[in-house]
């Protein structure tokens, strides 16, 4: 069997990645270590079609004088006497900054795969080499440290905000140390300049503010909903009929002094008679 398959990361990245057990135990799909066995022995779970088959035993990545690697595994079913022995040669070869490896070995097996098409064997062999080299990639990505940033790629942060850091009070204990006490003075003198102009205190709270305030006092909270609003928010009177009022108010004397003018005129007529 040979095989190829290209992984986008350099070939020394690769090559540290292929040396470290757990590296390679982790990148390997389908399997589980087994506690207290050495980094890469425990269970493979192996599907084959519509078929998964579990086996155990160990798998080993040694390097040869050549440059390349062997790959030697042997498994047992975990449900069954079937076993498997693996012998692989693994090639490493640059390609433009990245790697391809390179497969190529025997495999023999017995038990439920060995009843099994052999297409779906081969397919199943090819899937797991494919998913184990991508994952092995990921690995040796992963442990690759950040390259520096360019001059290009360095964020310069805007003009507006070089004075950020001492407008939040970040600045260093011996800039502190530096404040004369008659530059405390110059602010007290600012403060009441400032309370002298009028401008109102921050932490005084205003005049309808505490009257409200007041009003809650010993009130329930029904009272308090119901109670109508005050202040800017209270509704606005109705207008006043003033022109009605006023004429009501000079009728009645006028009446009465209608009234007091006939009685006297009655009087009179009657003395003449």
Not at 71 to 89: F, N, Q
Not at 111 to 129: Q, T
């Amino acid at each position: 069997m040979e095989h190829e398959v290209f992984v986008p990361v350099p070939a020394e990245r690769l090559r540290a990645a292929l040396a470290d057990p757990a590296q390679v135990a982790r990148a390997l799909p389908g399997f589980q270590q087994d506690a207290g066995t050495e980094p890469v022995a425990g269970r493979l779970k192996l599907r084959v079609g519509g078929h998964t088959i579990t086996y155990r035993g160990t798998l080993r990545v040694t390097a040869r004088e050549d440059g390349g690697y062997a790959v030697e595994g042997d498994a047992t079913e975990a449900r069954g006497s079937g076993t498997v022995t693996l012998a692989l040669t693994l090639g490493l070869r640059e390609t433009d900054g990245a790697s391809t490896l390179r497969f190529g070995g025997t495999a023999t097996a017995d038990g439920r795969i060995a009843e099994l098409p052999a297409d779906a064997v081969d397919a199943a062999a090819v899937r797991l080499l494919e998913r184990w080299a991508e994952n092995l990639g990921a690995e040796a990505a992963a442990d690759e440290p950040p390259a520096a940033a360019t001059v290009f790629e360095t964020e310069i942060p805007p003009p507006g905000l070089a004075g950020v850091d001492s407008v939040n009070g970040s600045a260093d204990a011996d800039d502190l140390d530096d404040v004369d006490a008659d530059d405390v003075d110059d602010i007290d003198e600012v403060d009441a300049v400032e309370a002298v102009a009028g401008f109102p205190d921050p932490g005084v709270p205003p005049a309808e503010a505490a009257h409200a305030r007041r009003t809650m006092i010993g009130r329930s909270a029904e009272e308090v909903d119901h109670a109508p609003p005050r202040g800017r928010y209270a509704p606005v009177p109705a207008p006043q009929t003033v022109a009605r009022d006023n004429a009501l108010r000079w009728a009645a004397p006028a009446a009465a002094l209608a009234v007091a003018s006939a009685i006297v005129v009655g009087r009179a007529l009657r003395r003449r008679r």
